[in-house]
């Protein structure tokens, strides 16, 4: 049966989109509590028309949308309806579903909790049992989903499924492996069927997934929500990222490709990439590129740590940046890390803060060293080097770093096109200079102990 609406729910929604204001209050107040339970649940009514699922013998429903744009609640609403074999969504209920997100927290956190999870959208006659021990939802028709985690595709190596849903699906650690593992086992019933939802970022799984024929896709920018965001949300955030590439892949859901000019692409990133840290580093930093001012809306603080082995490879191993932070909470995320990963010092920046910055670490821990370093040269002319580390194979990274490696693939000769400083890049590019370029990083020691 084609996903497309009823002819009771196709007369309502259009009546109310009729309304008007006076008219919905009066109609809504008319109505009994149970009624109105009824009517808020029925999405078909209130779904705007890039929520519901295109008609089609598809495979995999792509969602890709702006920040807030609703995606998470497009996925729930799937779910909902396959687990109850709602039509005309299902003409029987699907009975073993996967919900997989990027972490087993951000899958419980999200999807079954979150405000637009599937807990939240029942009513309450309908909601399934959550049990928080078995990572599992049962409806009271015995339809069951299993959450996983994207960081451990083995996990779902042996189960079967008949339907799933893949959140944040461009920012899975291990994408490729956890997504492969699923195709196996989505196996059951007539029509197996997946839904992904994200916010786009131009990986390998998202292009395999425009590629496959069995494939449809929506799209949503944040604007599309606006009814169901905070007041002055939109305009604060649009503000900041309007026409920045960082905006139209954020807020209007683009998928953006590589700048042409800039000194990394994704393919070189993606081949150089690692699942694991590697045994046998010699050396363990983690760099800092702290921020001129705590105040709101100044840059992020860059943290970063890297090691490198004896034959001179070095590996990205942790992004812990942090945005709009006091001094003392990025100072504290730095120290905690370089004790975490057990490394031999902190690499701090000190052109904006001084003598500040060391000031400030000491204050958290004296006992860690700290080696200062003072930019000479302009952004482009310190990460050129290290971009030919990279060229050569000599640099990895372990795991997908995201949002580090947006701004990356983003960095060409006149900076990030948004403008803001590459926080991230920065404290990459102070770990790897430190451990692979030596002399070039005119260092000025000193040991806070």
């Known amino acids: 049966m084609e996903p497309t609406l009823t002819s009771s ?44 699922p295109p008609p089609g013998n598809w495979t995999t429903w792509l969602v890709m949308g702006g920040r807030g744009a609703g995606k998470t609640r497009t996925g729930a609403e799937w779910i909902k309806a396959l687990a109850q074999g709602r039509a005309p969504f299902a003409t029987e209920p699907y009975g073993r ?8 927290n951000d899958a419980r956190e999200v999807m079954v909790e979150g405000i637009s999870g599937l807990l939240a959208i029942h009513a309450r006659h309908e909601r399934p049992t959550w049990q928080p021990a078995r990572r599992r939802l049962e409806w009271p028709n015995g339809a069951i989903a299993q959450i996983y985690s994207a960081e451990d595709p083995e996990s779902l190596r042996g189960p079967q499924f008949h339907a799933a849903w893949g959140d944040e699906v461009a920012k899975w650690k291990r994408a490729d492996a956890t997504w492969d593992m699923l195709q196996f086992g989505l196996r059951l019933g007539h029509q197996p069927r997946q839904i992904a939802t994200t916010t786009p970022r131009p990986t390998p799984l998202i292009k395999r997934m425009l590629a496959d024929p069995k494939t449809v896709m929506t799209h949503a920018a944040t604007r599309a929500n606006v009814a169901n965001l905070a007041p002055g949300f939109l305009d604060t955030i649009v503000r900041r990222y309007e026409g920045s590439r960082l905006g139209r ?89 370089y004790h975490r990963l057990k490394a031999n010092c902190v ?31 302009g952004k482009y002319l310190r990460a050129e080097p290290v971009s030919a580390l990279y060229e050569q194979g000599r640099v990895h990274h372990v ?51």
């Open 249 to 337: 892949q954020e807020l209007d859901g683009e998928l953006i490709e590589d700048r042409a000019d800039a000194l990394w692409q994704r393919d070189q990133l993606d081949r150089l990439r690692v699942d694991d840290v590697p045994e046998g580093l010699v050396r363990i930093v983690v760099a800092i590129d702290p921020p001129a001012t705590s105040s709101k809306g100044a840059d992020a603080c860059g943290i970063i740590a890297a090691g490198i082995n004896a034959e001179g490879t070095c590996y990205i191993l942790r992004d812990s940046s942090l945005s709009e932070v006091s001094p003392t909470g990025w100072a504290t995320k730095a120290i905690g890390l």
């Open 97 to 104: 579903i996967a919900l997989i997100g990027e972490t087993l």
């Open 399 to 449: 795991g997908t770093l995201a949002e580090l490696e947006d701004e990356m693939c983003d960095f060409g000769l006149d900076g990030l096109s948004s403008g803001k400083s590459p926080d991230r890049l920065d404290a990459m590019v102070w770990a790897v200079t430190h451990l692979c370029l030596g002399e070039q990083a005119e260092p000025k020691v000193r040991s806070l102990s």
């Open 347 to 377: 690499i701090a920046e000190v052109n904006q803060g001084g003598e500040m910055v060391t000031t400030i670490l000491s204050g958290i821990d004296a006992s860690v060293p700290v080696q200062s370093v003072r930019a000479n040269r």
């Open 9 to 52: 729910a196709r007369t309502l929604r259009s009546a109310l989109i009729a309304c008007s204001k006076q008219q919905k209050a009066e109609f809504l107040a008319s109505l009994s509590g149970p009624e109105l339970e009824t009517l808020f649940s029925d999405w078909e009514i209130w779904a705007r028309n890039d929520q519901l």
